[in-house]
């Protein structure tokens, strides 16, 4: 997984309630990701980061906030969760931006909103 | 709208088998084509990548084409093994930090 890590793995929680994911690499890469994935879905991008404090929003960034202090962590928040939330929640790095390097995938967290 | 189409959803071979997944995309603009492999419960892990002037790229047993006339790519897996066992996505580059996902082929080789 290429120096990535992500916590927690396993989340379960209860609507309305703040949630927030970190993703932490060793790479010492640029670019972070968030994405999420569902059935039947492809990966779907929420938000990316192109350097510390500089970040921008994905195709499904309503009800996602993040933040990157560090070069090496990147946060994901859930500000009030929903059920349409639950799924399963991958960060990625990258030393330069997608049209010339690929991505390396964390081992993703799984979220339950009940 | 941009969408990569993956076929077939699923697919179950013989272990030693051949096997050949598609993939097909409409996005513009174009800069790149991956597959990555997912196994269940991890992360994609990339196989290829292939920009507009490239037609094949191997890695190992993995053989990926790509006709951008046609805008369509393969995945070949040559003397398929259980350890291929996984999904299999298609993935296009399109503007800066774009990439379009396709749902996937889940492939299940059995002994």
């Known amino acids: 997984d290429a120096g990535i890590t992500q916590s927690p793995r396993h989340k379960v929680t209860e609507t309305g309630t703040p949630v927030t994911l970190r993703c932490h690499q060793t790479e010492n890469h640029r670019y972070m990701y968030w994405y999420r994935q569902d059935p039947g879905h492809g990966l779907r991008l929420i938000h990316y980061s192109y350097g510390v404090k500089d970040t921008d929003k994905g195709e499904v960034s309503d009800g996602y906030s993040v933040s990157r202090s560090k070069t090496e962590d990147f946060l994901l928040t859930l500000e009030s969760a929903t059920s349409s939330q639950t799924s399963v929640y991958f960060c990625?790095?990258?030393?330069?931006?997608?049209?010339?390097?690929?991505?390396?995938f964390g081992p993703g967290t799984r979220l339950t909103v009940l | 709208k941009n969408q990569v189409e993956q076929s077939p959803q699923s697919l179950i071979i013989l272990e030693g088998k051949n096997c050949t997944l598609q993939c097909n995309y409409t996005v513009s603009p174009f800069s790149n084509l991956r597959w990555y492999k997912q196994d269940t419960g991890r992360g994609p892990v990339s196989l290829t990548i292939?920009?507009?002037?490239?037609n094949t790229k191997s890695n190992g047993r993995y053989t990926a084409t790509l006709d951008a006339d046609t805008k369509q790519s393969s995945l070949h897996i040559t003397a398929s093994q259980l350890s291929d066992s996984a999904s299999y996505i298609c993935?296009?580059?399109?503007?800066?930090?774009?990439?379009?996902f396709g749902a996937g082929t889940r492939l299940a080789v059995h002994p």
């Open positions: 990625a790095t990258s030393g330069e931006e997608t049209r010339s390097d690929t991505q390396y």
């Open positions: 292939m920009t507009f002037s490239e």
């Open positions: 993935v296009v580059g399109g503007g800066y930090n774009k990439l379009i």
